[in-house]
Structures are given as structure tokens and as C-alpha cells.
């Protein structure tokens, strides 16, 4: 009468013999416990179902431990290195242009790696004076090409530019064919020379 009602209820007895075993993998050692576990969980609760769901919950735990080490060495990769083209390129003349018309040698010579370049003290003296002679800068820095050598990268940019003297002379103005020549640094890229260097100057 007992196993009767429980049949009734939706519950069958458990067969083991009709229990598959699975594989547990754990520490490198695989063990045949799976039907054990199911037929425990069954006669606590009285539901065959609660024993699929406490199998089909062991498989994802297993899977997500077996994922994790693939996870962890993916997060570990190491960045690439900020690569150079035409949007770095043109980043970089868009900060030297906002500088200029900025009025902020701060700004302007950030950009610049003076231990990189040739003459790079008295190049950063000529931008110092230069900053300080004129009252405003109005700029326009239009690339015209890229090329990569090595790890430096060369710019060939047409350059308009209008500078109002802070001693009250005639504005001037210069149009000129400027290459410059960019370095990464570690922290970006930076430029480390530039030619003719006079179109930074005043007369």
C-alpha cells in the first residue's frame, strides 16, 4: 500500500539499475557517484525530478570550474601596443592645433619628447619665446601623409598659420609644407622633430 500511494502521488520507486552513472571530475580523479547521490535525493524529497535538477546543477558547476583557468589566462593577455595611423595621425595634429589657438605652450609642448630630439632644449627655448612675442595664434594643420619607418612615424601636413604680435605689429602670415616626425613613448606618441622648426618663430 505504501509504494502504491507513493506511484499514485507522481513519485515511482527509484530502479538503480535504470540510474546512469556519471563522471565526476574533480582534483584529476574521476569517481561513479552520481547514482548514489540521485537516489538520495530522491528518497529525501520523494521526487524523481529534484535528482535530475541536482545532476543537471553538479554538470554547469563542473563546466564553469573547468572554464575558469581558460578565463583567467585570457584576462591575464597583455594590451597591444598602441599601434600608429591615419586617427592617431590626425589626433595628434588636432592637439597641436588646439594649443596654438589655445595660446597654452603647456599644452604645446606636451607633445613633444625633448629628450628625443635632435636639439631639443634649444628647440623647447624657441617655442618659449615664441609664445610669449605673440598676443593670439589662429592655426590650420592639414595632413597630407603618413609613412612608417621602423618605430617612427613621419607626417607631411600643409600648415596655414596667423600670429598677431604682443608688440602691437602687423599680423602675420605663413603657409608652409611642415614633416614631422613621430615616436611612441609608452604613453602614446609623441614627436620628436620637426622641419623647417623656423615656422615656429617669429621674425
Same mark, same amino acid.
Given at each position: 500500500?505504501?509504494s502504491?500511494g507513493?506511484?499514485a502521488?507522481?513519485?515511482?520507486a527509484l ?9 565526476i571530475?574533480?582534483?584529476g580523479?574521476?569517481e561513479?557517484?552520481?547514482?548514489h547521490?540521485? =537516489?538520495?535525493?530522491?528518497?529525501h524529497l520523494?521526487?524523481h525530478k529534484?535528482?535530475?535538477l ?6 554547469v558547476?563542473?563546466l ?11 584576462a ?9 595611423d591615419?586617427?592617431?595621425?590626425s589626433?595628434l595634429l588636432?592637439?597641436l592645433s ?5 595660446h $597654452? =605652450?603647456k =599644452? ?9 630630439m635632435?636639439d631639443?632644449t634649444?628647440?623647447r =627655448?624657441q617655442i618659449?619665446?615664441f609664445f610669449?612675442q605673440t598676443?593670439s595664434?589662429r592655426a590650420h594643420l592639414n ?14 601636413v600643409?600648415?596655414e598659420m596667423e600670429t ?12 608652409e609644407r611642415? $614633416?614631422?616626425v ?5 604613453a602614446?606618441?609623441k614627436?620628436?622633430d620637426?622641419q623647417?622648426?623656423g615656422f615656429f $618663430?617669429?621674425p
Amino acid at each position: 500500500m505504501g509504494s502504491s500511494g507513493k506511484e499514485a502521488a507522481g513519485c515511482p520507486a527509484l530502479d538503480s539499475a535504470k540510474i546512469p552513472l556519471m563522471e565526476i571530475i574533480w582534483s584529476g580523479r574521476r569517481e561513479a557517484k552520481a547514482a548514489h547521490r540521485h =537516489q538520495k535525493v530522491g528518497k529525501h524529497l520523494g521526487c524523481h525530478k529534484v535528482a535530475s535538477l541536482s545532476g543537471f546543477g553538479f554538470m554547469v558547476l563542473t563546466l564553469a570550474f573547468s572554464f575558469a583557468p581558460i578565463q583567467g589566462r585570457a584576462a591575464q593577455k597583455p594590451p597591444q601596443q598602441d599601434a600608429f595611423d591615419d586617427r592617431t595621425a590626425s589626433r595628434l595634429l588636432s592637439q597641436l592645433s588646439e594649443a596654438l589657438q589655445g595660446h $597654452s =605652450q603647456k =599644452q604645446f609642448l606636451a607633445l613633444f619628447d625633448f629628450g628625443r630630439m635632435k636639439d631639443g632644449t634649444l628647440f623647447r =627655448q624657441q617655442i618659449e619665446s615664441f609664445f610669449s612675442q605673440t598676443e593670439s595664434i589662429r592655426a590650420h594643420l592639414n595632413l597630407a601623409e603618413t609613412a612608417l619607418e621602423g618605430d617612427k612615424a613621419t607626417l607631411s601636413v600643409d600648415a596655414e598659420m596667423e600670429t598677431q604680435p604682443s608688440n602691437g605689429s602687423a599680423t602675420l602670415r605663413r603657409n608652409e609644407r611642415l $614633416s614631422f616626425v613621430a615616436a611612441s613613448s609608452g604613453a602614446g606618441w609623441k614627436f620628436v622633430d620637426v622641419q623647417p622648426r623656423g615656422f615656429f $618663430s617669429l621674425p
